[in-house]
């Protein structure tokens, strides 16, 4: 395999000629551009000039996300918002536009907004404006858009995102991509295309619901960066409350513009990747339109300025419409609209009912701590390391699984997160189950290390005995422990008796520790362990060894 390390801007690029295997792209069969792929960290730097031999390539990455507010109802309407509700059940008279009907703005849409423009270290327009965006679609009954175009509800803030450096979590640095804007608008409908009867179906039932487009700068290189970000931005919209953002629901969507261009010269000519709905498929869809640019220029090809798709099963981007004659969506100021005014402590009149209003001091102090925070406090009061933090912080409901049993044994917080990210996290994952859905409670683990910690079992038999609790049939520990008898011996002669057979029988293993070999000595260990079916101390099964070998 030819390879060629490659500089991107803010990351290193690997760009190298795959055989079926590797980065972003293998095991989706085969490739329109001879299975070539790229990858990236966090180091930095260019492109290398290609077999064109000219300058290097600088990609540039800038995302569109779409995330669904958190509430019971639309953003202009007070039909319910549910998923997977039967198609067209929750759709009022302004959601399917019949005339006479007319907007009534949602106050928790506001707030969610206001929230997150807060986290994200906005400033907030205290007068936002609603704007109509005009376009013609199946599932856009009305024609157009209630977006905000001109002035919206926040701008000018920031993302501080992690990454690591060449794939090792021991190596973290931290990125900043600015935030431009975040404005509100209402969701489209759902078209359902019926190939076989060569028909479309329309449901509206997402016709209206609230979003927030969350506007990033171009400030990323790679698809690592993109999806480092995003991952941020989902959890502090999941922290705020303000959007569960699951992906698999349509309820976080991204768009990815992506360009290339030399160093010193304007940027090239953009691609916009549409609606991707997975992180994992960000990363794949970023780094293939980068490696699929530049691979057209060096060929002496040209970008066009088009919308495309990303082919999951493919693992490429494919074109969907051009965007060169650019569509006029006639934007205009929403009439039915008044503008959107929000207060702050020194701006909110005496005599204002404080129901009516949005306060945005208010709910600045009312901020949860964002998961930075988070993370800070694990690694500070708990000792353990900060990439553990972001384990705990990634798979939800971690962290409070972690702090519950920490609170409920008498072992060291660093031993108890080897438990949680080695063996119960391990379980989850073979069995694709939430911490919710863990069979193992944290009382139940809790329960468990406190025996081990008492050195009333042995750690091998800890995890016979966690084996045992996974098949969920109500045992305690401490039942398994007497059932399966795991204890610990407490003899110490017959454990002498133990390791002298041992001793006598590896006559090999005893010459080479003599002969100053001590790695052999843990082969002994092992063989008293598996004689004792693990229910001998390790560390006093250790000493025992080494004073009869020293005798």
């Not at 002035?151 to 060449?166: E, F, H, R, T, W």
């Not at 060929?299 to 490429?316: H, M, P, Q, V, Y």
């Not at 009149?349 to 709910?363: E, R, S, T």
């Not at 939430?434 to 193992?440: F, M, Q, R």
Request: charged share 25%; proline share 5%; net charge neutral.
């Amino acid at each position: 395999m030819a390879a060629m390390a490659a500089r991107g801007c803010g990351g290193v690029w690997r760009r190298a000629w795959q055989r079926g295997t590797g980065r972003p792209g293998a095991g989706h069969g085969p490739s329109p551009r001879g299975q070539r792929a790229v990858a990236c960290n966090a180091k930095g730097g260019e492109v290398p000039a290609g077999k064109s031999g000219l300058a290097p390539w600088i990609p540039v990455v800038g995302l569109e996300i779409h995330a669904q507010i958190s509430s019971k109802s639309k953003l202009f309407s007070g039909s319910q918002v549910q998923f997977a509700a039967p198609p067209n059940s929750l759709v009022s008279f302004f959601d399917a536009s019949l005339p006479g009907t007319l907007p009534v703005l949602n106050r928790r849409c506001v707030e969610a907004a206001v929230m997150t423009g807060l986290a994200l270290n906005c400033s907030i327009n205290k007068k936002s404006l609603f704007d109509r965006k005009h376009y013609f679609y199946a599932d856009l009954p009305a024609g157009y858009q209630i977006t905000q175009q001109r002035v919206p509800i926040a701008v000018n803030g920031s993302l501080s995102y992690s990454l690591c450096i060449d794939n090792k979590m021991s190596q973290m640095v931290t990125k900043t991509v600015r935030i431009k804007q975040i404005q509100l608008e209402q969701d489209s409908g759902k078209s359902l295309h019926d190939d076989t009867r060569s028909q479309t179906l329309v449901d509206l039932n997402r016709a209206g619901v609230g979003l927030m487009e969350v506007v990033m700068e171009p400030d990323m290189c790679c698809g690592e960066e993109a999806a480092a970000a995003v991952r941020e931005l989902q959890l502090i919209l999941q922290t705020l409350g303000s959007s569960q953002a699951v992906m698999a629901e349509g309820q976080l969507r991204v768009d990815a513009n992506v360009s290339v261009h030399h160093p010193g010269e304007p940027y090239g000519v953009r691609t916009e990747v549409k609606n991707i709905n997975s992180i994992r498929f960000l990363a794949k869809a970023v780094d293939y339109e980068i490696q699929r640019q530049i691979e057209e220029l060096e060929n002496g090809g040209a970008i066009l300025n088009e919308t495309r798709a990303f082919d999951s099963k493919l693992g490429c981007t494919v074109p969907m419409r051009d965007k060169e004659g650019k569509q006029d969506y006639r934007f205009m100021p929403e009439p039915n609209l008044p503008p959107l005014i929000l207060y702050d402590a020194k701006s909110l009149p005496a005599n204002m009912n404080h129901q009516q209003v949005i306060n945005i001091d208010w709910i600045h102090e009312r901020l949860p701590d964002l998961p930075s925070v988070k993370r800070e406090k694990l690694v500070e009061q708990y000792g353990i390391l900060p990439e553990h933090s972001f384990t705990l912080l990634n798979e939800d409901g971690l962290a409070e699984f972690f702090e519950s049993v920490v609170k409920q044994t008498q072992m060291k917080p660093k031993k108890v997160i080897g438990w949680i990210l080695n063996d119960l996290l391990s379980y989850l994952k073979q069995h694709s189950l939430t911490v919710k859905e863990s069979p193992v409670s944290s009382f139940v683990l809790a329960d468990l290390l406190n025996l081990l910690e008492k050195k009333e079992i042995s750690s091998t038999a800890a995890k016979q005995v966690l084996a045992e609790l996974w098949k969920g049939e109500g045992k305690t520990p401490l039942e398994i422990v007497k059932v399966q008898k795991l204890e610990l011996l407490q003899d110490q002669k017959e454990l002498e008796q133990i390791c002298q057979a041992v001793i006598d029988g590896q006559e090999n293993e005893v010459m080479a520790i003599k002969a100053g070999n001590q790695k052999v000595l843990n082969k002994l260990i092992g063989l008293v362990q598996r004689k004792t079916q693990g229910r001998s101390n390790p560390v006093l099964v250790k000493q025992l060894l080494e004073k009869k070998l020293s005798e």
